[in-house]
Antibody, heavy 123, light 110 residues
Framework: EVQLVESGGGLVQPGGSLRLSCSAS????????MHWVRQAPGKGLEYVSA????????YYADSVKGRFIISRDNSKNTLYFQMSSLRAEDTAVYYC????????????????WGQGTLVTVSS | QSVLTQPPSASGTPGQRVTISCSGS????????VNWYQQLPGAAPKLLIY???QRPSGVPDRFSGSKSGTSASLAISGLQSEDEADYYC???????????FGGGTKLTVL
């Protein structure tokens, strides 16, 4: 059974940093691209970042480019999201999401989602 | 403002057929596949339809998807109370070189 378990969320002050982790199991983690998708309270879904199966390609939405870094450790079956210079508008539930392909891009869809971890940016 | 446009709400009575539209442009729906996600209250989203009209295993055939030009639709037939949820369309956007979502449609079963 595919499982994606996020951790690392919490309350952080504006300008602060946080690292999210996503532990994957039930599939060959190193064979699939992974994404982070977020959802602000009461709002819709936003595509935030993606990484290819071997970590060689990454994508960032303009809203987080230059502030967040996506990475993965295939030996530990874990996806990471280093978030820096956090702003109030980054407050959201962050979902770790699996794609059924080695790379992201046209044709991608999200076949498995984690339960999400809440990041709250507030003073 | 979402790149893909969905009606904010839809409703129907049990047994009815409802459709939810998703409008985009030539850079997203017009040139890429559309996917649909269902988000039940308090839960993470779940894949409902992929590649315009394909259902993952376990999704009832009451759910169907279609695409024409720069628009797509999700149809739910034989509406049930457990279908009450938020529904999101999504696609890749070649101009943004990233994924885009619709704003979501809240389906109410009356």
């Amino acid at each position: 059974e595919v499982q994606l378990v996020e951790s690392g969320g919490g309350l952080v002050q504006p300008g602060g940093s946080l690292r999210l982790s996503c532990s994957a199991s039930g599939f060959t983690f190193s064979s699939y691209a992974m994404h982070w998708v977020r959802q602000a309270p009461g709002k819709g879904l936003e595509y935030v970042s993606a990484i290819s199966s071997n970590g060689g390609s990454t994508y960032y939405a303009d809203s987080v480019k230059g502030r967040f870094i996506i990475s993965r450790d295939n030996s530990k079956n874990t996806l990471y999201f280093q978030m820096s210079s956090l702003r109030a508008e980054d407050t959201a539930v962050y979902y770790c999401v699996k794609v059924p392909f080695v790379n992201y891009g046209s044709g991608s869809y999200y076949d498995y989602w984690g339960q999400g971890t809440l990041v709250t940016v507030s003073s | 403002q979402s790149v893909l446009t969905q009606p904010p709400s839809a409703s129907g009575t049990p047994g009815q057929r409802v459709t939810i539209s998703c409008s985009g442009s030539s850079s997203n729906i017009g040139s890429n596949a559309v996917n649909w996600y269902q988000q039940l209250p308090g839960a993470a989203p779940k894949l409902l339809i992929y590649s315009n009209n394909q259902r993952p295993s376990g999704v009832p055939d009451r759910f169907s998807g279609s695409k024409s030009g720069t628009s797509a639709s999700l149809a739910i037939s034989g509406l049930q109370s457990e279908d009450e949820a938020d529904y999101y369309c999504a696609a890749w956007d070649d101009s943004l070189n990233g994924g885009v979502f619709g704003g979501g449609t809240k389906l109410t079963v009356l």
